[in-house]
């Protein structure tokens, strides 16, 4: 905006153009000193002297000073901009130094300023328009002359004798300023037809921009989350690791301490051993027999004693308590991530299969986390068994909260895992999970990897990794499964409005076996 009101400042009132050779009356007006030269010279005859810009009146020519400050200003503004420099058609008669030119003749195929304009031809053939450095595109290529017509039939600008000679003689045509009217109203409709795929396009680019600011503000807040959540792994770490150094430090002091006081006795009795050593040797030298059965009588340490003094070789309640040590390592390990999943809002629920619902070509392992497609079992009849399909549902259903377990797949047969709602079918097609609209699943064999729901097919690329992640957020309404190689992968989520309590659902074929990891 400053660039723009500066650019006005620096125009001649003549000639409209910037100041060339800038000169100053007394009222303090600006003009280029060829401008106002040739406004002098016009003026001349009459004997009266007056400023274009404000009509002051000088009895004597009035003398021209040269105004260098402004012209420096118009230099370093042209420097500044060289390609306005560039854009400046120049009077093509203005040899000595570079002038602006105020019209161009598409005739002469010529530029003039101000006072070579005056010296032009009125002749009419003599068309002027604004200075231009192309005037032969403003004439016609075949007959020389000024382009003038516009042909709508062959949408060419055309010359008076294109009309009347040339090829487009007896064709309807437009004077240029009428047609280049109408294709301003075209150009303005089209506009308006614009203006509403620009405003939509406009919309979604704010969407995706505030999209975009959003998921960089969420993974800003996700990257201190973790940090935070490492650095408080890192301080219970370091306590886990103290509290076992402790434990350990505990037990050896109380142990060597007790076989500190060992070492002592037996070092007290080892000198009191020595003492009566070496007396009932000096006896054993001993000539007079009087002294000898007089002093001879020593007690010696009898075996009652060697319980209690022996060190404790090979007493376990001795040795360092490993048990103990390590149930002070797991305690802390299963604090540390029981505080890990509180962080991370997850829930890793025990999942117990329903022998129940379970198809009668479906083995349930006795610790109810196992289904094995195989030879039929024995089972009572049940309302709640799967009939048409080797399936089987979870005891509890899953009804709010965010939840987390795995699954691990022999990779043999095929096999789907999933969630459904209780009131799934358990006949006929409808009852076969994925292909409802009561159940969610991810379908799994050799041949490949597929997401099923409603009976709609999604397929997926997996790699070879028989372990996957399932995640639930009931009130987000996402299902989400991950394939836990290295690195994770996320294969599919499916987004549902859940109306009733989900059941974890396996369906095994072919000797496929799935097992829950909680």
């Not at 009347?164 to 240029?176: A, I, N, Q, S």
């Not at 308006?192 to 680019?205: G, H, S, V």
């Not at 299969?353 to 070509?361: F, G, M, P």
Request: with cysteine; glycine share 6%; proline share 3%.
């Amino acid at each position: 905006m400053a660039s723009a009101d500066l650019r006005a400042e620096l125009d001649c009132s003549i000639c409209l153009s910037f100041y060339t050779d800038p000169v100053s009356l007394r009222c303090g007006h600006n003009f280029c000193r060829s401008c106002i030269v040739s406004a002098l010279d016009a003026q001349e005859a009459a004997g009266v002297y007056s400023c274009p810009d404000c009509r002051a009146e000088y009895l004597e020519r009035p003398a021209l000073e040269k105004n260098r400050k402004l012209g420096n200003i118009v230099e370093r503004f042209l420097s500044a901009q060289p390609d306005m420099e560039e854009t400046r058609i120049f009077c093509t008669y203005c040899t000595k130094s570079p002038v602006s030119a105020v019209r161009t003749c598409l005739q002469c195929e010529a530029s003039f300023c101000g006072e070579h304009l005056s010296r032009h031809s009125k002749s009419s053939e003599h068309t002027l328009v604004e200075p231009t450095a192309t005037p032969k595109e403003r004439k016609c290529s075949t007959h020389e002359e000024v382009l003038k017509y516009y042909c709508p039939i062959d949408a060419a600008c055309i010359c008076v004798s294109c009309c009347l000679v040339g090829k487009h003689r007896g064709h309807d045509v437009e004077l240029l300023d009428v047609a280049s009217e109408k294709e301003k109203e075209k150009l303005r409709k089209y506009l308006e037809e614009l203006n509403p795929q620009k405003a939509k396009i406009q919309t979604k680019l704010q969407n995706l921009q505030d999209r975009q600011r959003n998921i960089q503000e969420k993974a800003s807040d996700k990257r201190k989350k973790v940090r935070k959540l490492f650095m408080d792994i890192k301080e219970q770490l370091e306590m886990a690791e103290k509290k076992a150094l402790s434990e350990i430090s505990r037990q050896e002091e109380k142990i060597v301490s007790q076989i500190s006081d060992l070492i002592k006795k037996l070092e007290i009795e080892e000198d009191e051993l020595s003492r009566k050593m070496r007396h009932v040797e000096e006896m054993c030298h001993v000539t007079d027999p009087i002294r000898l059965l007089q002093e001879g009588d020593i007690t010696v340490c009898g075996h009652g004693d060697d319980e209690d003094t022996d060190g404790g070789e090979g007493r376990s309640e001795d040795d360092l308590d490993e048990v103990l040590i390590s149930l002070t390592l797991q305690r802390s390990m299963r604090d540390i991530v029981t505080n890990v999943k509180s962080e991370l809002g997850l829930h890793v629920p025990d999942i117990l299969l329903d022998k129940d619902t379970a198809h009668r070509y479906v083995k349930i392992s006795e610790d109810l986390k196992t289904a094995t497609g195989t030879e039929e079992q024995n089972r009572p009849e049940s309302p709640g068994r799967f009939l048409n399909y080797v399936e089987v549902l979870s005891k509890c259903g899953l009804s709010s909260g965010r939840h987390y377990w795995e699954v691990e797949w022999n990779q043999k047969g095929g096999c789907d895992i999933g969630l459904s709602y209780p009131s799934i079918e358990r006949k006929g097609r409808q009852s076969s999970i994925g292909l409802n609209d009561k159940s969610w699943c991810l379908y799994m064999s050799g041949a490949g990897c597929a997401a099923y729901h409603r009976s709609v097919r999604s397929p997926l690329s997996v790699d070879t990794c028989p372990r996957f992640g399932v995640f639930l957020d009931y009130e987000a309404g996402r299902l989400s499964f991950y394939q836990l190689c290295d690195p994770i992968r996320h294969l599919h989520t499916f987004t549902a409005s859940f109306s009733q309590p989900l059941h974890v659902v396996f369906c095994v074929w072919d000797g496929a076996s799935v097992r829950i990891i909680s």
